[in-house]
């Protein structure tokens, strides 16, 4: 199991589109992308330009399937309203949250 985390900066104005955006992409993802465990999404209580979405994959080569060149069209429309700063592939090692 992996987290991959997305951090991305995103301005207040378009928070809300991006926020809907993020929700109707990554639920697609989820439904249709072999491997894709869903999703959440941070946003810092301080800058609010700061957001973080942290996605659950099966395994690092699902994921890798669907990253293919780093720009999945699926994430097109996010990538219009925010800035992606980084992306980050985390190995899960424990998970106690309910």
């Keep these: ?9 995103v301005s207040e104005t378009n928070f809300a589109s991006f926020q809907a ?3 109707r992409t990554t639920n697609q ?4 992308v072999p491997g894709a465990l869903g999703s959440f999404m941070l946003r810092d209580t301080e800058d ?3 957001v973080m979405t942290v996605a659950k994959w099966d395994a690092r080569e699902s994921w890798e399937a669907f990253w293919g060149a780093e720009n999945p069209a699926q ?3 996010m990538r ?15 998970d106690f949250t309910r």
């Design 1 to 9: 199991m992996i987290r991959v985390i997305y951090r991305w900066r």
């Design 21 to 23: 955006v993020w929700t």
């Design 29 to 32: 993802i989820h439904e249709t």
């Design 48 to 50: 609010k330009t700061a």
């Design 75 to 77: 994430m097109t429309r």
């Design 80 to 94: 219009e309203l925010g800035e992606r700063l980084s992306v980050q592939v985390c190995e899960e090692i424990d």
